[in-house]
């Protein structure tokens, strides 16, 4: 199976909000709630920001928001920082036999 | 607190082999699935193989199937990873991760594996 597609970059100003996609198929993302992002800083190890399409673990801040619509699935960060610039990775459960798979990843940019 | 530890990175040569493990602390280790995800220089994550909290299920991603062999110890909580036939694509950062839930929650430093002649 095909890896999830997310576009390489994304910006926005400090305050701003930017949303970043991650597309897969009827198999994976539209057939699970499953869908989850990793932030990762240059250098450092990812660290889970979302889970189950929509869900923070503790101590994520509400800024981080995720959602879903069929095969879509989307990361919304509001009220950009300085240290939200990083790479954003989506993963989603795709069943039995090959069951995870990761996006290529977003360069998030805050201008 | 959770900690994840991976050792067993280094250079080898193409057709090489290489085993990796994960020292893990801080949770109760036989409970949890475990993950192999690697993240090749400058690209995306991808997993590689999972185990469960007993070792009864295994899975694989189909680019390893074969030459990849996933492993734990519960009695001394360590997760295992043996690579046999290495690639030049196999080069990345090999990181372990806790599963629950259908997510990876935490996630070693990473053990870089360099396959080249």
């Known amino acids: 199976q095909s890896a999830l597609t997310q576009p390489p970059s994304a910006s926005g100003s400090p305050g701003q909000s930017v949303t970043i996609s991650c597309t897969g198929t009827s198999s994976d993302v539209g057939g699970y709630n499953y869908v989850s992002w990793y932030q990762q800083h240059p250098g450092k190890v990812p660290k889970l920001m979302i889970y189950d399409v929509t869900k923070r673990p503790s101590g994520v801040p509400d800024r981080f928001s995720g959602s879903k619509s069929g095969n879509t699935a989307s990361l919304t960060v509001s009220g950009l920082q300085a240290d939200d610039e990083a790479d954003y990775h989506c993963?989603?459960?795709?069943?039995?036999?090959?069951?995870?798979?990761f996006g290529g990843g977003t360069k998030l940019t805050v201008l | 607190e959770v900690q994840l530890v991976e050792s067993g990175g280094g250079l080898v040569q193409p057709g090489g082999s290489l085993r990796l493990s994960c020292a893990a602390s801080?949770?109760?280790?036989?409970?949890?699935?475990m993950s192999w995800v690697r993240q090749a220089p400058g690209k995306g994550l991808e997993w590689v193989a999972n185990?469960?909290?007993?070792?009864?299920?295994?899975y694989y991603v189909d680019s390893v199937k074969g030459r990849f062999t996933i492993s734990r110890d519960n009695a001394k909580n360590s997760l295992n990873l043996y690579m046999n036939s290495l690639r030049a694509e196999d080069t990345a950062v090999y990181y372990c991760a806790t599963m629950s839930n259908f997510r990876f929650d935490f996630w070693g430093q990473g053990t870089l594996v360099t396959v080249s002649s």
């Open positions: 801080g949770l109760t280790f036989s409970y949890f699935w």
């Open positions: 993963s989603s459960y795709a069943g039995h036999n090959n069951p995870w798979l």
């Open positions: 185990i469960k909290g007993d070792g009864s299920e295994k």
